[in-house]
T-cell receptor, first 113, second 110 residues
C-alpha cells in the first residue's frame, strides 16, 4: 500500500512562472491537506479538500494560489506568477477522516530564482 | 485565531537523559493531539498521539501527557539516543483543522 506521493520532489521556477504541485493520497483516503513549511519553521495549514470540494482554504493566500482535488487524479496546488517568497517546502497529507492521523508525503521543495 | 505554543525551540541532551517538550493550545474544542518527528529533509512522521478523553499515553520510550483544564500537553522521551535527534512538532486538532507548534530541535549528544 503506497503512502502519500508527491511530485515533483524539487521544482525550480523563475519569478513570474507557474508552479504546479501534485499529491496522490494514500489508497482509501479522501481527505487531503496542504501545508507550507519555510526553513527552520513549522507547518502552516493552507487548504483542506475532499474529492471535488474545497472545504477550507483559510490558510491559502487569496491571490495566485489555488487548489483542487478532482474526482479522478491527484490533488493539485497551483501557484501562479511565483515570487521569491514562495520558496518553501510544500507538504501534502491525507487522512481517512477528520480527527485521524494525517500521513504526510515527502514534500515538494520549490525554489524561485 | 487558534494557536499552539511549543517550548523549548531547541533542546540539547546527553545520550541516555530524558527530553521533555511542552505545548499549550488556545482552542478548547481541540480533541486530538498528535506529535510528529521530522528528520532533516524528510517528511513529518507521527510518533504518538493522544485524544482528549485520555490523560496519558505511553509507547516504549515515548510518552505524552494531556491536561485539558490547563490546555497543555507534553512529550517525554526517556533514555534518549542519537537517532532521536530531529525536529519534533506538536499539534492540536479539532475536526479537520490541525494547528502545529513551531517545532523543537532536539540534539542528542553521544
Amino acid at each position: 500500500n503506497a503512502g502519500v506521493m508527491q511530485n515533483p520532489r524539487h521544482l525550480v521556477r523563475r519569478r513570474g512562472q507557474e508552479a504546479r504541485l501534485r499529491c496522490s493520497p494514500m489508497k482509501g483516503h479522501s481527505h487531503v491537506y496542504w501545508y507550507r513549511q519555510l526553513p527552520e519553521e513549522g507547518l502552516k495549514f493552507m487548504v483542506y479538500l475532499q474529492k471535488e470540494n474545497i472545504i477550507d482554504e483559510s490558510g491559502m493566500p487569496k491571490e495566485r494560489f489555488s487548489a483542487e482535488f478532482p474526482k479522478e487524479g491527484p490533488s493539485i496546488l497551483r501557484i501562479q506568477q511565483v515570487v521569491r517568497g514562495d520558496s518553501a517546502a510544500y507538504f501534502c497529507a491525507s487522512s481517512g477522516g477528520t480527527d485521524n492521523e494525517q500521513f504526510f508525503g515527502p514534500g515538494t521543495r520549490l525554489t524561485v530564482l | 485565531g487558534e494557536n499552539v505554543e511549543q517550548h523549548p525551540s531547541t533542546l540539547s541532551v546527553q545520550e541516555g537523559d530524558s527530553a521533555v517538550i511542552k505545548c499549550t493550545y488556545s482552542d478548547s474544542a481541540s480533541n486530538y493531539f498528535p506529535w510528529y518527528k521530522q528528520e532533516l529533509g524528510k517528511r513529518p512522521q507521527l510518533i504518538i498521539d493522544i485524544r482528549s478523553n485520555v490523560g496519558e499515553k505511553k509507547d516504549q520510550r515515548i510518552a505524552v501527557t494531556l491536561n485539558k483544564t490547563a490546555k497543555h500537553f507534553s512529550l517525554h522521551i526517556t533514555e534518549t539516543q542519537p537517532e532521536d535527534s530531529a525536529v519534533y512538532f506538536c499539534a492540536a486538532s479539532e475536526g479537520f483543522k490541525t494547528i502545529f507548534g513551531a517545532g523543537t530541535r532536539l540534539f542528542v549528544k553521544a
